[in-house]
T-cell receptor
Framework: SQTIHQWPATLVQPVGSPLSLECTVE??????LYWYRQAAGRGLQLLFY??????ISSEVPQNLSASRPQDRQFILSSKKLLLSDSGFYLC?????????????FGEGSRLTVL | GNSVTQMEGPVTLSEEAFLTINCTYT??????LFWYVQYPGEGLQLLLK?????DKGSNKGFEATYRKETTSFHLEKGSVQVSDSAVYFC?????????FGAGTILRVKS
């Protein structure tokens, strides 16, 4: 069966520090991969998605970047965190060829920037 | 563009009450529609889905019917439990992406 793992689960970082959140998927090949952010009291905002290694689409201009160094690995990064980067970050995957299919989410990473 | 509008919460109900959470969408064509649930401190889990008009998705006593004529996908449950307290998200599939509504907090009191 397929599984998705995110880490770290919780992170407290000072303003201006770097960030790296990692996500890996097991049990499937060639998935589409996604990073969403959920700010406190708000809905889900799609940040990045990827349809293949090295292929990243950015949905909104921001202080963050994403990379996909391997087929089932998706990394969210920042060189210098801002207070506004605080939130709950969710990684997700979907089957590449199924346009009607759902996304499967990880457990999330809660980032607090102080 | 593609968008999803959900009723604002929080929705507070007593146990065994009837639940409706409204969801309407704007999209090109006929996208797949989903309801996700998020329990406190967790990621999102798929609750149910429908891939074409008039389909009814159902799971754990929850139901939603894909209504093309009203562009709606309202979530219903006949008798809620305290364990149903969570945030519920309506979403549509637009190509490679899922577009989510803002979420509706449900609180069920015993």
């Amino acid at each position: 069966s397929q599984t998705i793992h995110q880490w770290p689960a919780t992170l407290v970082q000072p303003v201006g520090s770097p960030l790296s959140l990692e996500c890996t998927v097991e049990g499937t090949s060639n998935p589409n991969l996604y990073w969403y952010r959920q700010a406190a009291g708000r809905g889900l905002q799609l940040l990045f998605y990827s349809v293949g290694i090295g292929q990243i689409s950015s949905e909104v201009p921001q202080n963050l970047s994403a990379s996909r160094p391997q087929d089932r690995q998706f990394i969210l990064s920042s060189k210098k965190l801002l207070l506004s980067d605080s939130g709950f970050y969710l990684c997700a995957w979907s089957a590449r060829q199924v346009n009607t299919g759902e996304l499967f989410f990880g457990e999330g990473s809660r980032l607090t920037v102080l | 563009g593609n968008s999803v509008t959900q009723m604002e919460g929080p929705v507070t109900l007593s146990e065994e009450a009837f639940l409706t959470i409204n969801c309407t969408y704007t999209a090109t064509g006929y996208p797949s529609l989903f309801w996700y649930v998020q329990y406190p401190g967790e990621g999102l889990q798929l609750l149910l889905k429908a891939t074409k008009a008039d389909d009814k998705g159902s799971n754990k006593g929850f139901e939603a019917t894909y209504r093309k004529e009203t562009t709606s996908f309202h979530l219903e449950k006949g008798s809620v439990q305290v364990s149903d307290s969570a945030v519920y998200f309506c979403a549509l599939r637009a190509g490679n992406k899922l577009v989510f509504g803002a979420g509706t907090i449900l609180r069920v009191k015993s």
